[in-house]
């Protein structure tokens, strides 16, 4: 079908506008969590997919973290077992642990896949890869009784993060997609939140953006509505007055953490939207929560 005058306008308007963005971003880090809500659907899948490839292209650095929290706790739930959460981290004993690498694995690989599809040249990776992601076990203080830790099991609390290899990989054509585990001093495997993996590579590679797909259209204040900027302040409050809960915890913390860090820009966006990731990067229609450090 022919297009309209004004349609082909308004296309060469929307082309025309990623112009400065390109140039800001050109050669700068992106880290991008792609949370396991984000990705149920294939025609979101394939569009995430064809992001990332684009942004490769027109010469960013986009690094792929991923989730897979909901796709874990439908194998658990086949082989009888329940997922529990603890402030929004994942109960983890050692039959867990091997359900998680194993999905967690497959996620990984059916990423790579699709980016690669599309053109681009995706590595999967995990911490354990070159140990670049060492970590210890995670202890959780209560909150019911303060001063109390709480062991959740094979979950890891991030001890370092060795940039080198994703820098080797970014420095070439290849695209890095990460799972979030790392390794423990002895080598044990450990099961780590996926945004703390997203935020703290963030602050390690000095991206310049951190941003965070999920299920929801950012965070949303008690009423259900959309809070478009938070600050550490109202972040406390929202804590403190239970308006955040579950897998939004993690994900606020390490939003703020990377804030902190130096990363200049922290979004958390509706990876339900078709072309999420695009909209937010190349265009004006920032969408989702924008975290502040200050
Ligand atoms: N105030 C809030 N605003 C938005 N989402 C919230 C809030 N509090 C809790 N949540 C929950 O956090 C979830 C997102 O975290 P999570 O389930 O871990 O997703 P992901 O797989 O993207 O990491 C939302 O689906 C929602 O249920
Ligand atoms: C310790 C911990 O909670 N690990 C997460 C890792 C996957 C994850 O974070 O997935 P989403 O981003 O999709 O939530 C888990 O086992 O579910």
């Keep these: ?5 004004a349609t082909a306008a308004q296309k060469a308007h929307t082309l025309s506008e990623a112009l400065p963005y390109i140039q800001r971003f050109f050669d700068k880090t992106i880290v991008i969590k792609y949370g396991g809500n984000a990705m149920t659907d294939p025609k979101l899948q394939e569009g995430f997919a064809r992001d990332v490839v684009l942004l490769k292209l027109v010469g960013m650095n986009p ?18 077992k329940k997922g529990e959460f603890v402030q929004g981290m994942r109960v983890t004993d050692e039959e867990t642990m091997d359900v998680v690498e194993m999905v967690l694995g497959k996620v990984n690989k059916d990423i790579v ?3 690669n599809r599309y053109g681009g040249k995706a590595v999967g ?6 140990a670049f992601i060492r970590a210890e076990k995670l202890l959780l203080e209560s909150n019911d009784e303060p001063g109390k830790m709480l062991d959740i099991g094979l979950v890891g609390d991030i001890n370092k993060i060795d940039p080198s290899i994703i820098t080797f990989l970014d420095s070439g054509d290849f695209i890095p997609v990460i ?10 495997t450990l099961n780590i939140n996926a945004d703390v993996v997203a935020g703290k590579l963030a602050e390690v590679l000095r991206a310049e953006k951190l941003v965070l797909l999920t299920n929801t259209p950012g965070v949303l204040d008690k009423n259900g509505k959309l809070l478009t900027g938070l600050t550490p302040k109202q972040i406390d409050g929202l804590v403190k007055d239970g308006t955040l809960s579950g897998g939004m915890l993690p994900k606020i913390g390490s939003a703020l953490d990377a804030a902190r860090g130096g990363v200049r820009a922290v979004h958390i966006i509706d990876g339900r939207v078709e ?3 695009l909209l937010e990067i190349l265009t004006d229609e ?8 200050k």
């Excluded at 690094?63 to 009888?80: E, R, S």
């Excluded at 990776?125 to 070159?130: F, K, P």
């Excluded at 799972?179 to 044990?188: L, M, N, Q, R």
């Excluded at 920032?286 to 450090?293: A, N, P």
């Design 286 to 293: 920032g969408v989702g929560t924008l975290i502040k450090s």
């Design 1 to 5: 079908m022919p297009l309209t005058a």
């Design 275 to 277: 072309h999420a990731l």
């Design 179 to 188: 799972a979030p585990i790392g390794v423990s001093p002895d080598g044990e």
């Design 125 to 130: 990776l995990t911490g354990q890869d070159g």
């Design 63 to 80: 690094v792929v973290v991923h989730g897979g929290g909901p796709q874990i706790n439908d194998l658990l739930q086949k082989v009888g």
């Design 113 to 115: 896949n699709l980016i």
